[in-house]
Nanobody, 120 residues
């Protein structure tokens, strides 16, 4: 089972940008899919973006055009570039890894999460 460690969260003003990183404990070349979820207080954990080993991506409608997921297999790291941030993007962001089905259903391996707060 892969261990995941997220970083890069913080406080940012509306309209600002952040880049989240998810470092895996083993070579991610063999991991079929990786994704980012987020969970706001009192709400369910929702899939934000996912990427397969082949580079195919998909995004939640709420972040399309603003967020970009990418992976660097050489660094065993997946990134989430977040631009034009809105207060409603405030949440704890979690990394998930596994098969495509596991990632889209939230049943892969989880990291501990990183807090993103968008506020003026």
């Amino acid at each position: 089972q892969v261990q995941l460690v997220e970083s890069g969260g913080g406080l940012v003003q509306p309209g600002g940008s952040l880049r989240l990183s998810c470092a895996a404990s083993k070579n991610i070349f063999s991991i079929i899919a990786m994704g980012w979820y987020r969970q706001a207080p009192g709400k369910e954990r929702d899939l934000v973006a996912a990427i397969t080993s082949g580079g195919s991506t998909n995004y939640a409608d709420s972040v399309k055009g603003r967020f970009t997921i990418s992976r660097d297999n050489a660094k065993n790291t997946v990134y989430l570039q977040m631009n034009s941030l809105k207060p409603e993007d405030t949440a704890v962001y979690f990394c998930n890894a596994g098969s495509t089905l596991q990632v889209v259903s939230g049943r892969g391996s989880w990291g501990q999460g990183t807090q993103v707060t968008v506020s003026s």
